[in-house]
Nanobody, 114 residues
Framework: QVQLVESGGGLVQPGGSLRLSCAAS????????IAWYRRAPGQQRDLVAL???????TYADSVKGRFTISRDGAKNTVFLQMNSLKPEDTAVYYC????????WGTGTQVTVSS
């Protein structure tokens, strides 16, 4: 069973940056798309960014130009670089392997506050 472990969350001031990492227990990124989702308090889990096997990326409108998803296949790790963070980016961030069924990480908290 593939496992995903996120890291890199924390407390940051508005305008700051964080880089989230998602490490997989197996070598799967070359054959599956992987995505970052987030869930703000009291809201549903929403797609933030996705990278497919060919390297193409997709972003939610709310993060375009601020967030960048990338992957390191050799290290079985996917990253989410988050710049110009806003209070509304506060959420638990999850990585997800888009297999059948989807495999989820346990999440990492990101809090943007002064």
């Amino acid at each position: 069973q593939v496992q995903l472990v996120e890291s890199g969350g924390g407390l940051v001031q508005p305008g700051g940056s964080l880089r989230l990492s998602c490490a997989a227990s197996g070598s799967i990124f070359s054959i599956r798309a992987i995505a970052w989702y987030r869930r703000a308090p009291g809201q549903q889990r929403d797609l933030v960014a996705l990278i497919n096997t060919g390297g193409s990326t997709t972003y939610a409108d709310s993060v375009k130009g601020r967030f960048t998803i990338s992957r390191d296949g050799a290290k079985n790790t996917v990253f989410l670089q988050m710049n110009s963070l806003k209070p509304e980016d506060t959420a638990v961030y999850y990585c997800a392997l888009l297999s059948a069924p989807t495999i989820w990480g346990t999440g990492t908290q990101v809090t943007v506050s002064s």
